[in-house]
């Protein structure tokens, strides 16, 4: 299900940003969902790493499926049920191999930013009753650490300009927008709430506004 929301123009002053960014290498990447490329880029004001994968030949009309997606190792690789990042990865990388274009942009910002290990100290704190904002500040840890400038301009820099962002969380959309693509449509990723992942997915929609309906 895709959700229209309004159209804006691509900023004139996008022509002119600086770039923060800087493709390090590429390759191409076969997987389970199809032949992709895969791209390694480095932050030239931090010492973050970005991975972008992505296929398609793009044109100036092309609007793209595109997800800016935060590690989980817990999630993507071990497959936990305590978040919904594993199926959201998936769904995305079958999205686009449907499409025939887009891309993911992977930020490595484990737990929200706050790294792994002390993500694991918050699950700890989860286990005796904390939610994830109270875990997090009960360890005097920030909320959300994560920023999203430098994917957008990772987005920007492989041709996408028109994109649907695969996203419920509306600081993604304002990045995509405020970084100068032009956000045509937003795609849900969204899956039935389930016994370990109710109480997350309810932190997310009523205390960092994510737009999520399945969630009561």
């Known amino acids: 299900m895709i959700k229209s929301l309004v159209s804006r123009s691509l900023p004139t002053e996008a022509v002119h940003r600086v770039k ?5 290498a590429e390759a191409r990447l076969p997987t389970e969902f199809g032949e992709f490329r895969i791209a390694g880029y480095k932050s030239r ?3 973050e790493e970005f991975i972008a994968v992505y296929k398609g030949i793009v044109s100036e009309n092309t609007v793209a499926p595109i997800r800016i997606h935060s590690q989980c190792l817990t999630g993507d690789v071990f497959h936990s049920s305590k978040c919904d990042c594993g199926p959201q990865l998936r769904f995305a990388m079958e999205t686009i191999a449907e499409t ?3 891309a993911v942009v992977y930020q490595h910002q484990e737990g929200r930013g706050i790294g792994i290990i002390n993500k694991i100290k918050a699950y700890s704190l989860q286990d005796e009753g904390a939610d994830t904002i109270e875990a997090n500040t009960r360890l005097g840890l920030e909320v959300d650490l994560r920023e999203y400038g430098q994917c957008v301009e990772i987005i920007r820099d492989l041709g996408f300009k028109k994109v649907q962002m695969m996203s419920n969380n509306p600081e993604k959309l304002k990045a995509a927008e405020d970084g100068g693509l032009e956000l045509v449509n937003r795609i849900p990723i969204e899956f039935e709430p389930s016994e370990n992942t109710q109480d997350y997915l309810s932190v997310k929609k009523f205390q960092m506004g994510h737009l999520l309906e399945l969630v009561s």
């Open 20 to 24: 923060t960014i800087e493709k390090a």
């Open 45 to 47: 004001t931090s010492n």
């Open 100 to 102: 025939g274009y887009g």
